[in-house]
């Protein structure tokens, strides 16, 4: 799964589909548009519209800013695996995979994943398309 989400994060174009590359599959969501993660552990549906909060975070040393916290309205949480749950049924943070630049964490530690530049592989990218769509047609 980490691998497969990972292809999501590359710079590419607008008009590229990532979703296409990425193996995943797509589910609808209940409250919002947007579609979702099917194998993603646990997903939460987020109204944009009621954003409570937007927080820039900056590197206590170099002051750059480093990451932008915000806090929406969450309408709904789907949650496909009990694994990720506490003891009152609610997901623990503790549990989940949290992702910042290549670093990926998991309860056991974190591991660092680089991502493509996307633009670089994007040639790469639409021939393996190519050659998947034309395996599927035979």
């Not at 919002?32 to 997903?43: N, W, Y």
Request: glycine share 6%; net charge negative.
């Amino acid at each position: 799964f980490v691998e497969n989400a990972n292809v999501t994060g590359i710079n590419s174009p607008p008009e590229f589909d990532e979703w296409a590359i990425s193996g995943l599959m797509k589910a609808p969501s209940i409250h919002v548009k947007a579609l979702r993660v099917k194998e993603s552990a646990f997903s939460m549906e987020c109204e944009s519209a009621r954003l409570f909060q937007a927080t820039d975070i900056t590197h206590h040393v170099s002051g750059k800013l480093t990451m932008t916290m915000i806090l929406v309205h969450v309408k709904y949480i789907h949650c496909v695996r009990n694994d990720v749950l506490n003891e009152h049924g609610v997901v623990d943070i503790t549990k989940t995979s949290w992702s910042r630049d290549i670093s990926s964490g998991r309860p056991s530690g974190v591991f660092w994943l680089p991502r493509s530049a996307g633009a670089e592989e994007k040639e790469k990218i639409e021939q393996a398309l190519e050659a998947r769509e034309r395996r599927e047609n035979q």
